[in-house]
């Protein structure tokens, strides 16, 4: 179950940011995660509800954007992607060209792209600074 290695140190971090933002009720929390990790959505839902007990992220929902493994052929710059499914076993070939020599531009992602929550405004005991 590597997906608990995973969402541990995104949680915290997550909470790391939202407390240095006095964000105090983080409604969802937005990641990016390339399709080379094999994550299971069931999973990684279930450590996120987990982990993120008694932190500003509690309750929030978790929404996961998926990144196709994508490579650029160094001869002609066709890019082609794949999903982590069609990613198992594939040989790389340019599809226009033939070319081995590619690069991986895309999958590899793993990153908070943003949360969301309720404004300070809402907030009262936020404002006294
Ligand atoms: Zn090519």
Redesign the pocket.
Known sequence: MHELSVIYPIVRMASKAAVDNNISHVTALRLAVGELHDLQEEWVKKYYERYSKDTPLEGSQLIMRRIPITFK?C????EMSYTHFEFAGVDVI?S????RENDMISGRELQIEGLEYVSSESSPELQQE
């Open positions: 052929c001869k002609c710059g066709h340019c226009e060209c033939g070319s």
